[in-house]
């Protein structure tokens, strides 16, 4: 989905982190976040709770997971941990957050792309430009997921790891499969495997995490979309 070629690990947390989390979770301020989030009604709790994930995000993305506290968080919101509790119960439920909607908006948009008109080629285009157009959309959500491939989930959180891994393989069997209806048709150039093509694909258009930031790249996430469809297929071309 955004880059993710291979299957990720899944590691322990830090048992700091693991105790942190289970404190949260059984404590007073636990059950009132439990009950402030299954009202919906309750708007202002609602937005600002999207305000700390939307500055989880960009320390996320600074200073990667690990690296990560909830005390950074607090202090990008210029406020304290405490009051960061009654939001959520911890980084990794921040970092689930950070990514799970991106992630599952990119692979219902490339379903749509995969079973609807277009020839192969018009087919790999849109999921190559959609691709770059939802890292502009969902900044910078799908940068922090590249970054951390993963690999800091822990055992409670073994059932969102799992479906995430499913999304990553569902995404790309679905580039795979667009690849390789264009060489039955030969509409496009067999180059080699084409989940090999898929996943030059994915990795050229998610390194653009080491430089692209929508309010301040020189190209817009249209264009560098087009560009990169137009390299790829021009090299897949009959």
Do not use: C
């Not at 301020?29 to 439990?34: E, L, P, S």
């Amino acid at each position: 989905v955004a880059g993710d070629a291979k299957a990720p690990r899944t590691a322990r947390l830090l048992p700091s982190v693991d105790a942190e989390y289970g404190r949260a979770m059984t404590s007073g301020i636990g059950r009132r976040r439990a009950a402030a989030q299954r009202d919906t009604s309750n708007t202002a709790y609602i937005e600002r709770r999207r305000e700390i994930i939307d500055a989880a995000a960009r320390v996320f993305k600074r200073k990667g997971f690990k690296g990560t506290s909830l005390n950074d968080i607090a202090e990008e919101l210029d406020t304290d941990r405490a009051n960061i509790y009654y939001y959520v119960a911890s980084k990794n439920e921040l970092f689930e957050e950070v990514v799970s909607e991106a992630i599952e908006s990119n692979l219902v948009g490339a379903e749509a792309i995969r079973i609807g008109a277009g020839a192969p080629h018009e087919k790999l285009r849109l999921m190559i430009e959609a691709l770059m157009n939802s890292y502009a959309e969902h900044y910078p959500f799908l940068y922090v997921y590249i970054q951390e491939n993963l690999s800091h989930v822990g055992e409670g959180r073994a059932d969102w790891a799992a479906k995430m891994r499913a999304i990553n393989k569902r995404y790309e069997e679905l580039i795979i499969g667009v690849i390789e209806e264009g060489y039955r048709d030969k509409t496009l150039r067999n180059v080699g495997p084409a989940w090999v093509v898929a996943y030059g694909i994915l990795g050229v258009v998610g390194w653009t995490n080491r430089w692209f930031d929508p309010t301040r790249s020189k190209a817009d996430a249209a264009t560098i979309g087009r560009t990169y469809a137009d390299m790829v297929l021009g090299g897949l071309a009959t």
